[in-house]
């Protein structure tokens, strides 16, 4: 059986692609189903910002298939963990859950690095280029961390 993972940011252009495509060029697609999500509804359907796409280029990642969805009360029957950016996305997803087994799903992604420290990706969106390069660091620390929990799980 796969293992979905979901992605989750604001707008679905910056963190959560980038997420999306760090995890899957760490692990096996036959075996994890790799995806992301918004809070909210300001980019359905849009390609992910401009900035995120060249940092995932310059590390040999295309992100340009992805298209901006918004995360509903579905996902959590879709997907088996559920990895919020900072803590305004953490509330809203969690605000959604209808259950315990909804709420264990659902993680801050840093909480990978820095475990129950409740450290949040930074929005780079409003932000210079240097910003996207620091998340990206960020999120491919992490999904090295949960793509080695992935990969002794399958």
């Known amino acids: 059986m796969k293992t979905n993972v ?5 707008g679905n252009i910056c963190r959560s ?9 760490k692990t096996d697609s036959e075996k994890v189903y790799i995806d992301s999500a918004g809070t909210g509804n ?6 992910p910002d401009p900035r995120s796409i060249a940092i995932a280029k310059k590390h040999k990642l295309d992100i340009t298939t992805q298209r901006g ?8 029957d879709r997907f088996h963990h559920i ?26 992604i840093l909480d990978e690095i820095f475990p129950g420290e409740n450290v949040d990706v930074p929005d780079p969106y409003q932000g ?15 999904c090295e961390i949960i793509a080695a929990k992935l990969k002794d799980k399958n």
């Open 42 to 47: 300001y980019h359905v359907g849009g390609l």
């Open 69 to 76: 969805r918004q995360f509903t009360v579905q996902d959590f």
């Open 128 to 142: 210079l280029a240097e910003g996207f390069k620091n998340v990206y660091r960020m999120l491919d620390e992490a």
């Open 83 to 108: 990895y919020v950016m900072d803590t305004f996305n953490y509330s809203d997803v969690i605000s959604l859950a209808r259950n315990e087994e909804d709420k264990k799903k659902v993680k801050l």
């Open 6 to 10: 979901l992605m989750v940011c604001l």
């Open 17 to 25: 692609p980038l997420a999306e495509g760090i995890l899957k060029s």
